[in-house]
């Protein structure tokens, strides 16, 4: 990782939370684009998660370290693994982002508890998010029925209207979470 000349600001947005990890303090993350969130629950929910060794969670710390990772906002701190871009990012790029983002954490001194304790919420996070964003999709209606039984575009209809995005918060013992 390396130091960033100038701290973020974190915006006061339901895009970003903390996570208050003791003893090392607040870590801030945001809401990634949707295809990036997309791609790296997909990459969590493809790994069977039945087994919860040590090894077997050291196996699967990629996978935390990749959710971690595409979520960071750091104030201080700027990963240096690069997010995997383009169109068609495979599991295998997302995998070896992971490593990276694990390898990173790892010499900083963090733990597998650690990565878990940041990767736990950040998972709650970004799953309440894109349900919000489903919610709203469900109801919003972009187009009319016309007399006939048509559709037709809605020229001249009023936008629909918001509303806030209702707040993410999670607490364990050593974790918080929230915008």
């Not at 996978?63 to 295998?92: H, I, Q």
Request: overall charge negative.
């Amino acid at each position: 990782m390396k130091p960033r000349e100038t701290p973020l600001t974190v915006p006061d947005s339901p895009r970003y939370w903390v996570v208050d990890l003791a003893p090392r303090g607040a870590h801030h993350f945001r809401f990634p684009t949707f295809s990036r969130a997309s791609r790296v629950l997909r990459l969590v929910t493809d790994h069977r998660w039945e087994e919860q060794t040590a090894t077997a969670m050291g196996e699967k710390a990629p996978a935390l370290a990749a959710v971690v990772g595409a979520c960071w906002f750091n104030r201080g701190l700027a990963l240096d693994a690069d997010y995997p871009t383009g169109p068609n990012v495979s599991d295998e790029a997302l995998w070896a982002y992971g490593e990276a983002v694990c390898d990173e954490l790892i010499d900083l001194g963090y733990s597998l508890i650690d990565l878990s304790d940041l990767f736990a919420p950040t998972l709650v996070a970004m799953q309440e998010r894109l349900l919000v964003i489903s919610r709203a999709q469900d109801r919003a209606d972009f187009s009319s029925t016309d007399t006939d039984g048509g559709v037709t575009g809605t020229e001249g209809a009023s936008p629909p209207t918001t509303q806030a995005v209702p707040a993410v918060s999670t607490s364990s013992p050593q974790t918080s979470a929230s915008p």
